[in-house]
T-cell receptor, first 111, second 113 residues
């Protein structure tokens, strides 16, 4: 079955630093999504990408849909303490099918 | 609009007991998903429904797990009998056809002793 490899597993950074995480897939996706999960809550959508090569921003967050359609990255600029949480990538092969999730990147930010 | 609603938020039970988790999707959404999250395995899809019909249940661990969606506004995930290895956070999510952005509920934290 399809698998997503998300890296790094965890990151420990200082407030103000930039962060980058990525996901790679063994097969092609038509949609890439990035979610954030705060402790004790469900994942919340951050950014959705629908086209190969697409670069989308949401505030300090920027994500890109890889040209090969098998990868995506998420950048967070000028991190702040509330960025702490688990970030998940998710891919979808076709509309109406289930999302495949990465294992998550746990981000810790020290002030 | 209310988001996805799950109940209970926490459940502690003893091995062998029946556990029923409940989910109310966002009104108008025709897809409903059940996920399980553990430290070891991350987020795993258990089953999903479209228009109340199960489409893919290949993620359901074994016969002890069952899910139903009797109408568009309610779904249940049942574990009978429960085992300690079922301890996890169970999430429900919903979306509309053609919109890939799934909306997650707050989850049910299940502990089986």
């Amino acid at each position: 079955g399809q698998q997503l490899n998300q890296s790094p597993q965890s990151m420990f950074i200082q407030e103000g630093e930039d962060v980058s995480m990525n996901c790679t897939s063994s097969s092609i996706f038509n949609t890439w999504l990035w979610y954030k999960q705060d402790p004790g809550e469900g994942p919340v959508l951050l950014i959705a990408l629908y086209k190969a090569g697409e670069l989308t921003s949401n505030g300090r967050l920027t994500a890109q849909f890889g040209i090969t359609r098998k990868d995506s990255f998420l950048n967070i600029s000028a991190s702040i303490p509330s960025d702490v949480g688990i970030y998940f990538c998710a891919g979808q092969a076709q509309a109406g099918t289930a999302l495949i999730f990465g294992k998550g990147t746990t981000l810790s930010v020290s002030s | 609009d209310a988001g996805v609603i799950q109940s209970p938020r926490h459940e502690v039970t003893e091995m062998g007991q029946e556990v029923t988790l409940r989910c109310k999707p966002i009104s108008g959404h025709d897809y409903l998903f059940w996920y399980r999250q553990t430290m070891m395995r991350g987020l795993e899809l258990l089953i999903y429904f479209n228009n109340n019909v199960p489409i893919d249940d290949s993620g359901m661990p074994e016969d002890r797990f069952s899910a139903k969606m009797p109408n568009a506004s309610f779904s249940t995930l049942k574990i009978q009998p429960s085992e300690p290895r079922d301890s996890a956070v169970y999430f429900c999510a919903s979306t509309q056809r053609g919109r890939e952005t799934q909306y997650f509920g707050p989850g049910t934290r299940l502990l089986v002793l």
